[in-house]
C-alpha cells in the first residue's frame, strides 16, 4: 500500500529537487519530516533485494544514489491536506523530542530514534487508507494514551493502527521489532503491560530502549499541544525520570527546544500561518482552578477535615487505589483559598520512577565537582517557602527514608558533596496506595519518617464506594475532551451503567468508557 504524503512537505521537497540548486543531504534530513516518504523510501530499498537492511535514510542515499530518491519523491500522488496539520504537528513534535532524548541517552542514530517514534503515526495514516471514517476522529484520538487509541479503534473498525503495522511494515528488522513490542505491551484489549514483563520477551535491550522513547515522545508531544490533558506532562517527566534519568529541568528544556526546532519547521514548509496557531493556542491555554467536590456525606466530612488541616499547613497524606483521583486532590489543596503557601512554588516528585541515587539527588541536589555530578538545585531548595508533593513516598528506600526523616527534624539538609547545609521550609504532600502510619506501626516504613512527617490521613475511596459521584465526573470528563455525548437517551443509560460497573481501574475505566463513546458518535456522525 503506497502510504500517503503531507502534501506541504512533498511540495517543498519537489521544489527541491527540481531545482537542483538543494543539495541532497538536505533534501534526506527533511525526508523524516513525513513518516509516509520516509517509510516507503527505506521499504524500497529494503524490498530490492539488496544484501544487509539499512535504517536510516542517510544510509539508503549511500546505496540508492540520488535518481532513485529523487523518482521516489516525485512519484507520489496520494495527499494530506491543511486538516492534517495538527496530524503533523504532533508528528515533528514527537519526532523532535525523540531525537532530543536519543542526544542525552545515545540510544542509536538520531534517525532511527526519531522514526521509532513515528511509527504509530505511520500506522494511523495506514488507517486513514483503510476508512475514510478514521479521518473523523483523528484528532481526537491524538489526544488520548495509545491504549485507549487501540481500545478505540479495534471496537469501531476491527482492526487497529498497530495491526496494520505489523501486517504492512515489511522493512527494516529493527522498527518491525519496535512495532512486535508495541504489540506486546498493549494486547489485543489495548490494556497496557508492566514494562518488567518485557524482561521474558526475545527482544534487543535497544529494541525496548526505543518503545520507552516513543511513550515519553507521545507523552510530551500531547503535553504541549494539549495542556489540558495535564496527566500528559506528568507522564513526561516520570518516564524520562525512570527510563533516561533525565531531571524535570533538562526535560522543560527539551520541550522548549523541541517546539522552537518545529516553529522553524513550520516556517520552513510554509505553514506556519496555519501549524502555529496550534502551539499558540497551547500556550494561550488558561488552566481552570481544581476543583475536589463529592456527593459522599462520609467521605465529604474527610475531605473538609483535610482540607481544615491544610490550612493549619499540616502535612497531608492521600491514599487509596491506582487513579481514584489522589494527583488532582493534591492540585486542590495547593490551590484551595485557605491554603497559606497558595502562591509559593509547587513541586512533585514520583519516587517510584528513579533509583535511590538519582532520588538523593533530586531531593538534596549536588554541590558541583563531587563523583563528576554538575551543580544543581534539589527540590526541598526549588520549593521553599512552598508545597512538595511526594508521590509513591512509600516506594523510597528505607536508607533514604531515615535520612529524609533526619532532615524534617533539622529544617536543613546537605547538598551532595557539600559541607554546608541548608535551611528549608517546605510543607509535604504524599500520596500512596496505602496508609504509611498502619505501614509504618506493621514495620514497612519507616517509623521516624511517620513521626517527623505526622501527616494527616485522608483515604480517597474507590468509584464503586462513591457511585453518587460517578455522574458529575463523567461530565467534568466530556466536557474537558468535548466529547459530544448529549443524546440525554445514552446518557440515561449511563448513569444506569454506573450503578452497576465494578470500574476495577477507577477513572482509568470510566476515561476509556467515555472516550469510546465520543469517538464512536463521531465516527458515526
Given at each position: 500500500m503506497v502510504q500517503p504524503v503531507f502534501q506541504h512537505t512533498i511540495a517543498l521537497l519537489r521544489a527541491f529537487v527540481e531545482s537542483e540548486n538543494v543539495p541532497i543531504q538536505r533534501i534526506s534530513e527533511l525526508i523524516r519530516y513525513d513518516p509516509g516518504l520516509y517509510f516507503s523510501t527505506l521499504s524500497a530499498l529494503n524490498l530490492s533485494g539488496r544484501s544487509g537492511e539499512v535504517t536510516t535514510l542517510t544510509q539508503a542515499i549511500s546505496m540508492i544514489g540520488t535518481d532513485v530518491l529523487e523518482r521516489t519523491i516525485l512519484s507520489h500522488d496520494h495527499y494530506l491536506d491543511q486538516k492534517n496539520l495538527l496530524l503533523w504537528v504532533y508528528t515533528v513534535l514527537s519526532g523532535e523530542i525523540a531525537a532530543h532524548i536519543n542526544d542525552l541517552a545515545h540510544i542509536g542514530d538520531e534517525e532511527e530514534a526519531y522514526f521509532s517514534s513515528s511509527l504509530p503515526v505511520l500506522g494511523m495514516l495506514m488507517m486513514l487508507g483503510r476508512d475514510p471514517r478514521y479521518q473523523k476522529i483523528l484528532n481526537f484520538l491524538l489526544r488520548i494514551p495509545m491504549?485507549?487509541?487501540v481500545y478505540i479503534e479495534q471496537r469501531i473498525f476491527g482492526t487497529d493502527h498497530l495491526d496494520q503495522l505489523k501486517m504492512q511494515v515489511v522493512a527494516p528488522k529493527l522498527y518491525r521489532d519496535v512495532v512486535t513490542l508495541m504489540g506486546v505491551m498493549f494486547g489485543p484489549e489495548g490494556r497496557r503491560e508492566r514494562f518488567d514483563q518485557a524482561g521474558r520477551l526475545s527482544i534487543g535491550y535497544k529494541t525496548l530502549q526505543f518503545f520507552q522513547l516513543r511513550d515519553i515522545a507521545e507523552a510530551g508531544a500531547q503535553s504541549l499541544l494539549f495542556p489540558l490533558v495535564v496527566e500528559a506532562r506528568e507522564r513526561f517527566q516520570e518516564l524520562s525520570k525512570r527510563h533516561f534519568k533525565i531531571s524535570e529541568s533538562e526535560g522543560e528544556e527539551l520541550l522548549a527546544d523541541a517546539v522552537a526546532k518545529v516553529e522553524a519547521l513550520c516556517t520552513e514548509f510554509k505553514v506556519d500561518d496555519v501549524a502555529l496557531n496550534y502551539l499558540a493556542e497551547a500556550e494561550s491555554y488558561q488552566y481552570p482552578a481544581y476543583l475536589f467536590a463529592t456527593n459522599n456525606k462520609a467521605f465529604d466530612a474527610e475531605l473538609q477535615a483535610a482540607y481544615a488541616a491544610n490550612a493549619?499547613?499540616?502535612?497531608?497524606?492521600?491514599?487509596?487505589?491506582?487513579?481514584?483521583?489522589?494527583?488532582?486532590?493534591?492540585?486542590?489543596?495547593?490551590e484551595h483559598p485557605d491554603n497559606p503557601r497558595k502562591d509559593r512554588p509547587f513541586l512533585s516528585l514520583h519516587c517510584g520512577s528513579v533509583d535511590a541515587d538519582t532520588l538523593e539527588l533530586e531531593l538534596f541536589g549536588a554541590k558541583g565537582g563531587f563523583m563528576g555530578l554538575d551543580k544543581q538545585k534539589g527540590l526541598l531548595a526549588l520549593a521553599n517557602e512552598g508545597t512538595l508533593l511526594l508521590k509513591d513516598v512509600d516506594r523510597v528506600p528505607v536508607a533514604i527514608q531515615e535520612k529524609l526523616a533526619e532532615t524534617l527534624r533539622q529544617r536543613s539538609f546537605f547538598p551532595i558533596g557539600s559541607t554546608t547545609s541548608i535551611a528549608f521550609d517546605v510543607k509535604l504532600l504524599l500520596s500512596t496506595r496505602s496508609n504509611i502510619l498502619a505501614e509504618a506501626a506493621a514495620g514497612n516504613f519507616s517509623s521516624a519518617l511517620a513521626l517527623q512527617l505526622a501527616p494527616h490521613p485522608i483515604r480517597i475511596p474507590p468509584l464503586r464506594e462513591r457511585r453518587e459521584d460517578i455522574p458529575f465526573i463523567a461530565e467534568g470528563i466530556i466536557d474537558k475532551y468535548d466529547l459530544r455525548l448529549h443524546d440525554e437517551a445514552m446518557l440515561l443509560g449511563l448513569y444506569e451503567y454506573f450503578e452497576q460497573e465494578e470500574f476495577p481501574e477507577n477513572l482509568r475505566d470510566l476515561k476509556r468508557l467515555l472516550f469510546f463513546l465520543g469517538a464512536k458518535s463521531r465516527a458515526y456522525a
Open positions: 491504549e485507549d487509541r493549619a499547613d499540616r502535612c497531608i497524606l492521600l491514599y487509596g487505589e491506582p487513579n481514584v483521583g489522589k494527583r488532582l486532590l493534591a492540585a486542590a489543596l495547593n
